[in-house]
Nanobody
């Protein structure tokens, strides 16, 4: 019913910036809440940032002040602007939404070198 595709991951130096995108397609009815999760090797998947259908945002304490989540409803796309990146931010980043059931993208790898 809904497909999510992440893009924008890559290799950056510590202190650098990166913008991730998540494009949604399929049977989408109006704006819905979207969020970003990440999972590092050997660690549990964790919520990074969330944005409601109305545009309100929430962030994990570890990324507050450094990451910004935004959306473009006309394009059915959500973004995650990451700045002041740290090696600890290295992980696979996943886009997620709920439209009756959970939908996940395949993930995009972000690697931050020291």
């Amino acid at each position: 019913q809904v497909q999510l595709v992440e893009s924008g991951g890559g290799l950056v130096q510590a202190g650098g910036s990166l913008r991730l995108s998540c494009a949604a397609s399929g049977r989408i009815f109006g704006p819905v809440a979207m969020d970003w999760f990440r999972q590092a090797p050997g660690k549990q998947r964790e919520l990074v940032a969330a944005i409601t259908s109305g545009g309100s945002t929430n962030y994990a304490d570890s990324v507050k002040g450094r990451f910004t989540i935004s959306r473009d409803n006309a394009k059915n796309t959500v973004y995650l602007q990451m700045s002041s990146l740290k090696p600890e931010d290295t992980a696979v980043y996943y886009c997620h939404t709920i439209q009756r059931i959970n939908y996940w993208g395949q993930g995009t790898q972000v690697t931050v070198s020291s």
